[in-house]
């Protein structure tokens, strides 16, 4: 990606963060001039989407957070803005049954990112049902170059051993994911993109790989805990590997053994 294209969208995504609390301060400031502005304009639900228009603009709308977002946003704020009308007790059952369609719509081994089946039947030297013990846990073996998987209420664990990791896509929805990189290599720099909400991802990568973190997000964290993370003194062995995508609601935690 080119840096002025990229300093480009970072200026727009500030842009529109400034639109929206300007938008939100002039609703407080008339709210407490006593104009009269319906209850639910202050409410989690509208935050939700709020926060769904700023991740779709500043990514294109390309990812799928700001529909999850605005969907379970518009979804709670039917309940303020209809009078009489309870939709709350339903959202889980709503969202059990979408997920069950999707798996139907998609009956593929890794759900609805089933791209990836493709890119493996492709791939000759793609390991596939190999399991292998890592630290005590079994973590399925993965030597294709780029990284597809999606874990909806569920986890998954991979263990990548392609010596060209090219990166890839990591997408939860109230879900975890383990990815083990130490037997992974990198040839100058990858990157691999997030889609988290309510979720979590863990990467386990080399000491000496240099991390660049430009993942944004909503209450998330991205949290290096790797005893060597020197990323000045690492870029020296051309090992870049970066971090791009949202993360709302859930967190992304970085080790080494």
Same mark, same amino acid.
């Given at each position: 990606?080119?840096?002025? /294209?990229?300093?480009?969208?970072?200026?727009?995504?500030?842009?529109?963060?400034?639109?929206?609390?300007?938008? #939100?301060?002039?609703?407080?400031?008339?709210?407490?001039?006593?104009?009269?502005?319906?209850?639910?304009?202050?409410?989690?639900?509208?935050?939700?989407?709020? #926060?769904?228009?700023?991740?779709?603009?500043?990514?294109? /709308?390309?990812?799928?957070?700001?529909?999850?977002?605005?969907?379970?946003?518009?979804?709670?704020?039917?309940?303020?803005? =209809?009078?009489?009308?309870?939709?709350?007790?339903?959202?889980?059952? !709503?969202? =059990?049954?979408?997920?069950?369609?999707?798996?139907?719509?998609?009956?593929?081994?890794?759900?609805?990112?089933?791209?990836?089946?493709? @890119?493996?039947?492709?791939?000759?030297?793609?390991?596939?049902?190999?399991? @292998?013990? $890592?630290?005590?846990?079994?973590?399925?073996?993965?030597?294709?170059?780029?990284?597809?998987?999606?874990? !909806?209420?569920?986890? $998954?664990?991979?263990?990548? $051993?392609?010596?060209? /990791?090219?990166?890839?896509?990591?997408?939860?929805?109230?879900?975890?994911?383990?990815?083990?990189?130490?037997?992974?290599?990198?040839?100058?720099?990858?990157?691999?993109?997030? @889609?988290?909400?309510?979720?979590? !991802?863990?990467?386990?990568?080399?000491?000496?790989?240099?991390?660049?973190?430009?993942?944004?997000?909503? /209450?998330?964290?991205?949290?290096?805990?790797?005893?060597?993370?020197?990323?000045?003194?690492?870029?020296?062995?051309?090992? !870049?590997?970066?971090?791009?995508?949202?993360?709302?609601?859930?967190?992304? @935690?970085?080790?080494?053994?």
């Amino acid at each position: 990606m080119d840096n002025n /294209f990229r300093d480009k969208k970072r200026q727009e995504g500030r842009i529109m963060a400034g639109l929206i609390l300007v938008g #939100v301060g002039a609703a407080l400031l008339l709210r407490n001039a006593g104009f009269p502005l319906p209850y639910w304009l202050f409410s989690w639900p509208v935050i939700l989407i709020l #926060v769904g228009i700023y991740s779709g603009f500043k990514h294109n /709308f390309r990812n799928n957070t700001w529909i999850i977002l605005m969907g379970i946003g518009g979804f709670f704020l039917l309940d303020r803005f =209809i009078p009489g009308i309870r939709l709350a007790p339903y959202f889980w059952p !709503v969202v =059990i049954i979408a997920v069950g369609i999707l798996f139907i719509l998609r009956p593929h081994r890794h759900g609805w990112m089933s791209d990836r089946d493709d @890119e493996k039947k492709n791939d000759p030297d793609a390991i596939t049902g190999t399991r @292998e013990t $890592v630290s005590g846990s079994s973590y399925a073996s993965d030597s294709s170059d780029r990284l597809r998987l999606a874990s !909806v209420f569920s986890g $998954v664990k991979r263990n990548i $051993v392609s010596k060209n /990791f090219q990166g890839g896509k990591i997408s939860c929805v109230f879900g975890g994911a383990d990815i083990d990189l130490t037997q992974a290599d990198i040839q100058g720099s990858a990157e691999i993109r997030f @889609e988290v909400v309510f979720g979590g !991802v863990k990467l386990i990568i080399p000491p000496h790989w240099v991390v660049y973190n430009e993942v944004d997000g909503v /209450f998330h964290g991205v949290d290096d805990k790797r005893k060597y993370n020197a990323t000045t003194g690492a870029a020296g062995t051309g090992k !870049v590997l970066t971090l791009r995508g949202s993360v709302i609601f859930g967190g992304i @935690e970085i080790k080494s053994y």
